[in-house]
């Protein structure tokens, strides 16, 4: 069993920057990818970036590439997602989650364990 804490969430203004931080507990974090995904108002769920347990295999969704960065520190248990430039349009929910056997890692479907979610404001 794994828990996901996310925090880092809050108010800023466009073209500032966030860092998200998921903490997860447990002693097989290095065993699990790790997910970003974003639930705006009104919208489904949607993926946002990805990273391997060893810190490879590193995906990002279009509109995330160049400006949001996923990095892990597996001695502390947690994933970050970094993210600069922001717009009114990330706003959102961000949730983490854990998946042991992500090979679609798009799909929230592979994904076993999540987080309650962080809110991201973005005022313009």
């Known amino acids: 069993q794994v828990q996901l804490v996310e925090s880092g969430g809050g108010l800023v203004q466009a073209g500032g920057s966030l860092r998200l931080s998921c903490a997860a507990s447990?002693?097989?974090?290095?065993?699990?990818?790790m997910g970003w995904f974003l639930q705006a108002p009104g919208k489904e769920r949607e993926f946002v970036a990805s990273?391997?347990?060893?810190?490879?295999?590193?995906h990002f969704t279009a509109f995330a590439k160049g400006r949001f960065t996923i990095s892990r520190d597996n001695a502390k248990n947690t994933v970050y997602l970094q993210m600069n430039s922001l717009k009114p349009e990330d706003t959102a929910v961000y949730y983490c989650?854990?998946?042991?056997?992500?090979?679609?890692?798009?799909?929230?479907?592979?994904?076993?364990?999540w987080g309650q979610g962080t809110q991201v404001t973005v005022s313009s």
């Open positions: 989650a854990a998946g042991f056997s992500v090979i679609l890692y798009r799909n929230q479907n592979q994904y076993d364990y």
């Open positions: 447990g002693r097989t974090f290095s065993s699990y990818s």
């Open positions: 990273i391997g347990g060893g810190g490879g295999n590193i």
